[in-house]
């Protein structure tokens, strides 16, 4: 019996990695339903945007405040997960505080864990109260009631109940009170617990501490805290072009070379048709590229991108944040319906245009760009405007009057107005 | 003042077996808009100051295609581009500069994957490299110690990060140059981009020009400088709402073809 508690330690951490290993691969199949994109160019400010931007956390101090206690809950995250290296090998080993034989160094690790554990500890409190209290703007939009809500509190409370854990397990762990190392704020907690069975308290502590990662890691999949991982990959494929750039449709242009090429019989039937896609622009996720799921997944619900945008600034039904959200939503939905049909998406007579994200959010979009620039991980929500606008106008030619009456000026006049190309120059002689 | 404006096309200079140094590409807004030709004319009257020598297409301009590609017409844009892609290859440009913030962003970031490659300015741009090289300068106190704010356009700030070059125009006029709350990457759109300066807004609870508008008057400005015609149409409609008579709307160009009494 004396391995049991390895045992059940080691079905418990294989169990949690297997189920967050399969949630990726899900996520993986999903954002792979999207078309190709090629993302091979400039792989050198690739990798300085993920540096710039995820790693080093850029564009999200533009907002200090929230933008520092951010970086403080980031580094507190990324730094105390050395621990969990710790409570891992001792929990298949049965060892304990295997780290401690480097010596003086694991009190300073330690030390360093338990302020950055603090910190962690009032800035999610800070957070907290941004949202219930406070209430900040940002965060009461419509999009973010029920579910958005609730996930955005459930992580701050998981953080809170993690660092509670970690600073209990170290006050109640006496050898480790007793070298006088390390132990900067759990000192302070260990006089509370005099009286216990501390050694109780401690294992008890300590395997919670350790079943709450195993859970948070697979809460991820189901969160708007998948942006921990996908940022990185985020901000490595996010555009590298200047932002007004949107890309050319190729199955267009070679339809547009054909009929303007003299040489080509236009009756003739050519192999080219091959290459016209069944569908122009989006109207489900299918239809959009991966990075845009990508995106989708990204999304951290934070309504930066919403907060700028004049659309929603004057009232309008437009938000990019929501475009994200229903994209995501929309996503998970097709998975889902993949999961269930064994593998193949059986039509389920809805789609993301209409269901989701309906014309007249659409439309009130003035393309600014300014959502693509507040966001802190590169998510490009007017991409994905203006690619389901493209399914609008060039399947259902459902523009509003006014823009098809500005679309004909052009085709007749080569002017949005219906004034004379003749007329062009005629400014000269005012 | 002497309206003697030297225009010529590119045709023209075909016809005399030279090329001009740069391509004036007007838009249709600087064609036809009543405002717009207005910011035109200015910017020719530095360009004729200045004694570049430049071509214009004329008749044979046409739309960019950019509000088309914006609603989501990809065909009629592309229409577009490959018409006048045939044209400026035909004359074999290889500098164009323009008053249009998005005439610039399309031709400079769109037509090139369509077989226009150009080198393209804005006339921000090129007016500041006018000044740079000497070949213009900034005569005439008109404008001094008067408060100019400017508002950014998205398709020239944020869609291409040209921020400094307006801003330097106007610190050269000795005017004091103030920011809205919103400027440069945040700036405020004046809600013509996507092609919404064809159309009526969606419902909502205020105008976004008026929005832009009010944010201007925050900082109690003179004159709102811009460097776009459409932005130019919204903000001077917004001053009309809210502040009419106290504020000007003006182009960089002209505030600087202004101050040289041109
Ligand atoms: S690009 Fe469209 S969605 Fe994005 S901020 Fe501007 S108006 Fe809003
Ligand atoms: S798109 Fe970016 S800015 Fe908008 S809510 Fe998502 S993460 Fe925040």
């Known amino acids: 019996m004396e391995f049991l508690p390895n045992l059940i330690f080691a079905i418990l951490l294989f169990t949690g990695i297997g189920f967050f290993a399969r949630n990726i691969s899900k996520l993986k199949r999903n954002i792979d339903l999207g078309k190709d994109v090629d993302t091979s160019d400039q ?96 965060f009461m939009k419509s999009e973010m009631k029920g579910w958005p809500k609730l996930d955005g509190n459930l992580i701050l409370y998981f953080e809170i109940v993690l660092m509670g854990l970690f600073i209990i397990m170290n006050a109640t762990d006496v050898e480790f009170q007793s070298t006088n190392s390390g132990n900067i704020i759990s000192q302070f907690f260990a006089p509370m617990f005099e009286g216990y069975n501390v050694h109780l308290i401690e294992r008890v502590a300590w395997w919670m501490h350790i079943v709450g990662i195993l859970v948070f890691l697979n809460y991820l999949y189901y969160s708007k805290h998948l942006h921990i991982l996908l940022a990185f990959p985020n901000t490595y494929y996010g555009s590298v072009k200047p932002k007004g750039y949107f890309n050319n449709l190729e199955a267009v242009t070679n339809e547009v070379k054909l009929m303007m090429d003299p040489n080509i019989d236009p009756f003739a039937t050519t192999e080219e048709d091959a290459s016209v896609p069944d569908k122009f622009g989006a109207s489900d996720v299918q239809d959009l590229n991966w990075v845009q799921l990508l995106n989708a997944y990204t999304c951290t619900e ?57 014309n007249e959010e659409l439309w009130a979009c003035t393309s600014c760009n300014a959502c693509v620039e507040a966001c802190p991980i590169s998510i490009d929500p007017l991409s994905i405007i203006l690619e389901m606008r493209r399914y609008l106008v060039m399947e259902q030619s459902a523009a509003p009057m006014e823009l098809n009456t500005m679309m004909s000026n052009i085709e007749n006049n080569g002017a949005p107005w219906p004034y004379n190309q003749m007329d062009r120059l005629n400014w000269k002689n005012d | 003042m002497s309206d003697v404006l030297k225009v010529p096309t590119m045709a023209e200079f075909m016809a005399t077996g030279k090329q001009p140094e740069v391509l004036f590409w007007v838009g249709c807004a600087g064609s036809f808009d009543d405002r717009a030709r207005k910011i035109t004319k200015a910017f020719v009257r530095l360009l004729n100051k200045a004694k570049v020598d430049f071509a214009v297409l004329g008749t044979e301009e046409s739309c960019t295609g950019d509000p088309a590609k914006r609603s989501g017409n990809e065909f009629l844009f592309q229409m577009q581009a490959v018409t006048n892609i045939e044209v400026l290859n035909a004359y074999e440009v290889k500098k164009i500069v323009t008053a249009c913030p998005h005439c610039f962003n399309t031709l400079k970031n769109e037509y090139p994957s369509l077989g226009g490659d150009y080198a393209v300015m804005h006339h921000t741009q090129f007016l500041k490299s006018l000044l740079e090289e000497g070949r213009l300068s900034i005569e005439g106190g008109k404008f001094k110690g008067k408060r100019i704010t400017f508002h950014d356009p998205c398709y020239l700030g944020r869609a291409n990060d040209v921020y400094e070059a307006p801003r330097d125009l106007i610190q050269k006029l000795d005017a004091e140059l103030v920011e809205m709350k919103n400027c440069r990457k945040k700036g405020l759109c004046c809600g013509a981009g996507g092609a919404q300066m064809f159309k009526d807004a969606e419902k909502g609870d205020k105008e976004i020009n008026i929005e832009r508008t009010e944010q201007a008057m925050e900082v109690t400005p003179e004159i709102i400088a811009t460097g776009c015609p459409f932005c130019n149409t919204m903000m001077t409609d917004g001053v009309k709402n809210k502040a009419e008579g106290k504020i000007e709307v003006m182009d960089v160009a002209e505030l600087i073809a202004n101050a040289n009494d041109l």
Not at chain 1, 79 to 93: K, M, S
């Open chain 1, 43 to 138: 792989t050198k400010i690739r990798w300085k945007n993920m540096a710039r931007i995820a790693l080093g956390q850029s564009k999200m101090v533009r907002r200090p405040i929230a933008g520092i206690l951010h970086i403080v809950v980031y580094v507190g995250f990324v730094v105390i997960n050395i621990e969990v290296l710790e409570i891992i090998i001792d929990g298949l080993f049965g060892t304990h505080r295997i780290f401690s034989g480097i010596g003086s160094l694991y009190g300073v690790l330690i030390g360093t864990f338990e302020i950055l554990a603090a910190l962690v500890f009032v800035a999610v409190i800070i957070f907290w109260f941004r949202r219930n209290v406070v209430k900040i703007q940002r």
């Open chain 1, 302 to 358: 934070c309504g930066r991108c919403t907060s700028e945008c004049p659309a929603n600034q004057t009232g309008k039904k437009l938000s990019p944040r929501k475009i994200m959200m229903d994209t995501r939503d929309r996503l998970v939905e097709v998975g889902n319906n993949i999961d269930t049909n064994k593998g193949v998406f059986v039509p389920d007579g809805k789609q993301l245009l209409g269901d989701y994200i309906t």
